[in-house]
C-alpha cells in the first residue's frame, strides 16, 4: 500500500494524558499536513511542513499540541494534558509542492480518532 | 479570510439520478480546488482537482466546473449509484497559502 498511513486508527484516553499519533505519507512527499475534523465539520487545518521544516502552524494549535517530522519523512503529533475537546479524528495529508506551480493533488489517510474521557 | 459553502448539506436521490452539488467560496483568489469522497468513519479520498486556469475536470461520471470570478464551483454525478453514497467535500487553496479550506461538506444518499 502506497497511501498515507496514520497509527493508531483508534485511541481512547483519560483526560489529562498525554497522546501521540503517527504519520507515514506517500514515498517522495515533501508536504506533509494534518487537520481535524469533528462529526459535521470539514477539516480544518492545524499545520504542515516542507521536507523537515514547519512553515505554517494554525492558531487552533495551542501549546499543547506539537507536531515533528524529523528527517522529512515520518511525523509524529502530540497532544499533551488532553481535554475533552480535543476528541476528533486526526487526519494527515501529504503531496509533492513543485515551486512556482499552483498545486498537485493532497493526498489524505484514513485518520487516527482521539476519544478523550 | 476565506470561507467555503456547500449546498445543499444533505441530499437523497433514487438510484439512476443525474445530481448536482454545490461548492461556493468568498476570496476568488484560489489556486485551486479539489473535491473530496468521504466514507463514515473513513479519511478523505481526492475526487477532483481543478487547477485555477481551468474551467472543469472530468473523471469517468463525475465533472467538476470552476467559476472562479463568481466563486463557485459544482460537482455533476451522472447516473447515480448507492455506491455514491458519501460525503462530498469541496476544498480550496488560496493563493499564497499552501492549505485547504474545506465546506462542510454534503451528505449524498443514494437509495436502490
Known amino acids: 500500500d502506497t497511501g498515507v498511513s496514520q497509527d493508531p486508527r483508534h485511541k481512547i484516553t483519560k483526560r489529562g494524558q498525554n497522546v501521540t499519533f503517527r504519520c507515514d505519507p506517500i514515498s517522495e512527499h515533501n508536504r506533509l499536513y494534518w487537520y481535524r475534523q469533528t462529526l459535521g465539520q470539514g477539516p480544518e487545518f492545524l499545520t504542515y511542513f516542507q521536507n523537515e521544516a514547519q512553515l505554517e502552524k494554525s492558531r487552533l494549535l495551542s501549546d499543547r499540541f506539537s507536531a515533528e517530522r524529523p528527517k522529512g519523512s515520518f511525523s509524529t503529533l502530540e497532544i499533551q494534558r488532553t481535554e475533552q475537546g480535543d476528541s476528533a479524528m486526526y487526519l494527515c495529508?501529504?503531496?509533492?509542492?513543485?515551486?512556482?506551480?499552483?498545486?498537485?493533488?493532497?493526498?489524505f489517510g484514513e485518520g487516527s480518532w482521539l476519544t478523550v474521557v | 479570510k476565506q470561507e467555503v459553502t456547500q449546498i445543499p448539506a444533505a441530499l437523497s436521490v433514487p438510484e439512476g439520478e443525474n445530481l448536482v452539488l454545490n461548492c461556493s467560496f468568498t476570496d476568488s483568489a484560489i489556486y485551486n480546488l479539489q473535491w473530496f469522497r468521504q466514507d463514515p468513519g473513513k479519511g478523505l479520498t481526492s475526487l477532483l482537482l481543478i487547477q485555477s486556469s481551468q474551467r472543469e475536470q472530468t473523471s469517468g461520471r463525475l465533472n467538476a466546473s470552476l467559476d472562479k470570478s463568481s466563486g463557485r464551483s459544482t460537482l455533476y454525478i451522472a447516473a447515480s449509484q448507492p455506491g455514491d453514497s458519501a460525503t462530498y467535500l469541496c476544498?480550496?487553496?488560496?493563493?499564497?497559502?499552501?492549505?485547504?479550506?474545506f465546506g462542510k461538506g454534503t451528505m449524498l444518499l443514494v437509495s436502490p
Open positions: 495529508a501529504s503531496s509533492f509542492r513543485v515551486e512556482g506551480a499552483t498545486g498537485n493533488t493532497i493526498y
Open positions: 476544498a480550496v487553496m488560496n493563493s499564497g497559502y499552501s492549505t485547504l479550506t
